[in-house]
C-alpha cells in the first residue's frame, strides 16, 4: 500500500513487509500460540481474545504474563496494529500502563490444535 503522503523510503519499507508477510493477532484462534525469537529473546505467545495474549520471555516477562499486543513498528511512530512482522518490534502494552518494544522479529512460528507454520522470512547470521 503505497501512500503520496509517506517518504518514499517509508514506502518501500512497507512494501517490503507486505511481501515477506506476518502474523496477524485477530486471525489466530483463542489458544493459539506463537514462537517468536527476536535479536535478543524468545517469546511464547498465547492469544487469549482480541489483542489480548499471555507472554513468556525476557527480562521483563519471565513467568506468564496477560498483556496487549498492540501491534509491530521498525522503533517509530508508525505501527501495524495487530501484526508480527519480519525484522518490526513488538509493541507491548502492560496491565500497568507501561509501553514496551522487544528487540527486531527474526522468526517466528504458529502452533495450533491443528497445524504448525514457521514464517518464511530471510535467515540471518546472529
Not at 9 to 33: A, V
Not at 51 to 80: C, M, N, R, Y
Not at 85 to 114: C, F, Q, R, W
Amino acid at each position: 500500500m503505497n501512500s503520496k503522503h509517506l517518504d518514499p523510503e517509508i514506502n518501500k519499507i512497507i512494501e517490503d513487509q507486505d511481501d515477506l508477510g506476518g502474523i496477524s493477532i485477530q486471525s489466530l484462534n483463542e489458544g493459539d500460540r506463537i514462537f517468536v525469537t527476536t535479536k535478543h529473546t524468545n517469546y511464547i505467545i498465547e492469544k487469549i481474545k482480541d489483542q489480548e495474549i499471555k507472554i513468556k520471555g525476557g527480562k521483563h516477562f519471565p513467568e506468564d504474563t496477560e498483556v496487549l499486543l498492540k501491534g509491530s513498528t521498525w522503533g517509530a511512530s508508525l505501527i501495524k496494529l495487530g501484526w508480527i512482522g519480519y525484522n518490526m518490534l513488538i509493541e507491548i502494552h502492560t496491565k500497568n500502563g507501561k509501553i514496551l518494544s522487544t528487540s527486531p522479529v527474526k522468526s517466528a512460528t504458529i502452533v495450533t490444535n491443528d497445524w504448525t507454520y514457521t514464517m518464511d522470512w530471510p535467515k540471518e547470521d546472529s
